[in-house]
Nanobody
Framework: QVQLVESGGGSVQAGGSLRLSCAASRSTSEFWRMAWFRQAPGKEREGVAAIDQHGITTHADSVKGRFTISKDNTKNTLYLQMNSLGPEDTAMYYC???????????????????WGQGTQVTVSS
């Protein structure tokens, strides 16, 4: 059973930046795909960005150009660089992983089976 632990969240002012990290208990190269999701109170869990085994990425339209997903397989760590943050980005951010193959890199929560506990990001205006 893989363990995923997020870190790097916090409170920032609008326009600021944060880098989230997700440490995995086994090599990230063993997962077919990994992703970041976020959820604000009273809202559905939203896909933010995903990356597959070969480094192919998908970013949600709402964060494209501001957020970048990446991973370092030598450190067993997934990252989310977040720039130009706004209040709309306030949410709990979750790391997710899945080993089953898909031809695409989906941003759907039900396509991932392993989840971290989340890290809170709060952006003030």
């Amino acid at each position: 059973q893989v363990q995923l632990v997020e870190s790097g969240g916090g409170s920032v002012q609008a326009g600021g930046s944060l880098r989230l990290s997700c440490a995995a208990s086994r090599s990230t190269s063993e997962f077919w795909r990994m992703a970041w999701f976020r959820q604000a109170p009273g809202k559905e869990r939203e896909g933010v960005a995903a990356i597959d085994q070969h480094g192919i990425t998908t970013h949600a339209d709402s964060v494209k150009g501001r957020f970048t997903i990446s991973k370092d397989n030598t450190k067993n760590t997934l990252y989310l660089q977040m720039n130009s943050l706004g209040p709309e980005d306030t949410a709990m951010y979750y790391c997710a992983a899945e080993s089953r193959f898909t031809k695409t890199v989906p941003l759907e929560a039900n396509k991932y089976s392993a989840w971290g506990q989340g890290t809170q990001v709060t952006v003030s205006s």
